[in-house]
């Protein structure tokens, strides 16, 4: 992980809301107007929430979560990891913690959607693009495929 080994990664069923507000604002995640009052319930109905903490500061510097309904697949989302932090190892020690507690579950169909510059470092991980799907979002209205 952290060159320094300095970075610890927590499951979580509650965290400091304004620390995951700034790293959802760090992921460019975070639209003005959204309740942070509404981040404890997001962790407490996540299937699995983890966080990294820098020991020497205390400061949250990544999270990432698992969404699912615990019994057939899972979705990595929300990775991010604070600017100062990343290229150190976190992200990935974030994801390997997420797959790891859904596999304890019995949970193997585990799945994300990843932005474009990111396919390398998934791929290091066992992720494959899935050949013939398309990622889709629902934005109401009459639109085309």
Request: glycine share 12%; net charge negative; with cysteine.
């Amino acid at each position: 992980m952290d060159e320094d080994g300095d970075v610890d990664l927590f499951v979580v069923r509650e965290w400091d809301t304004r620390a995951l507000v700034d790293l959802y604002r760090a992921g460019g995640w975070w639209k003005e107007g959204w309740d942070s009052a509404q981040i404890p319930l997001l962790i407490r109905s996540t299937f699995s929430f983890v966080v990294a903490v820098h020991r020497q500061s205390g400061r949250t510097v990544g999270m990432g979560r698992a969404i699912s309904d615990g019994v057939s697949d899972a979705y990595i989302q929300d990775l991010v990891v604070l600017p100062e932090f990343r290229r150190r190892g976190v992200g990935k020690a974030l994801v390997e913690r997420l797959v790891e507690n859904c596999r304890a579950r019995g949970i193997t169909w585990i799945a994300l959607v990843a932005e474009p510059d990111t396919c390398d470092f998934y791929a290091g991980m066992g992720f494959t693009v899935m050949e013939g799907h398309i990622p889709m979002l629902y934005r109401g209205g009459d639109t085309t495929c």
